[in-house]
């Protein structure tokens, strides 16, 4: 059937040019099997029928970068597949959610600080304007939800 879709080149007496979707028709799945460390990405997409392609996690300590056994793999189909073969060895996934986009002058997810529609940057630890983190002496308040959350205490010390 989706053969027959792409090369339909008319519809009536309109000239149409039909093309999948990259990203409605598209999952990712990740995975952190222990026998896949030295494996590279190229071996995922060259092996594995229906991935696109392939991106290993990296995490930073410092200045130091660290690879992980933890692969981000790009199915071509709606929905990644729950365990793939590579090769003999039966690899497990789960669905890939990303990090939120975090906005750095209103400390809001969903949008960058580009796009941020406050004229004025709050502060990391309180959330209130007119100061940085580093010079707040209140206790650390989440900007969202308003809770003395861990996380935004680690952010703020990171800065």
Not at 46 to 61: F, H, L, N, T, Y
Not at 109 to 136: A, I, M, Q, S
Request: aromatic share 6%.
């Amino acid at each position: 059937m989706r053969n027959k879709l792409t090369k339909i080149k008319e519809l009536g007496v309109i000239k149409v040019k039909v093309a999948r979707d990259k990203y409605l028709n598209t999952s990712r799945g990740v995975t952190n099997h222990k026998d896949l460390r030295g494996s590279k990405e190229e071996e995922f997409v060259d092996c594995i029928p229906g991935v696109i392609s392939a991106r290993k996690i990296q995490i930073k300590r410092g200045e130091e970068s660290i690879k992980t056994n933890t692969y981000v793999l790009t199915f071509d189909s709606p929905t990644p597949p729950s365990e793939v073969k590579a090769g003999y060895l039966p690899v497990k996934f789960r669905p890939y959610v990303p990090t939120p986009m975090r906005c750095f002058r209103c400390h809001g997810f969903g949008h960058g600080r580009d796009r941020c529609r406050r004229n004025v940057d709050l502060c990391l630890k309180c959330g209130e304007p007119g100061h940085r983190g580093e010079e707040c002496d209140r206790s650390h308040e989440c900007v969202n939800c308003k809770g003395s959350t861990l996380q935004a205490l680690r952010i703020a010390q990171s800065i």
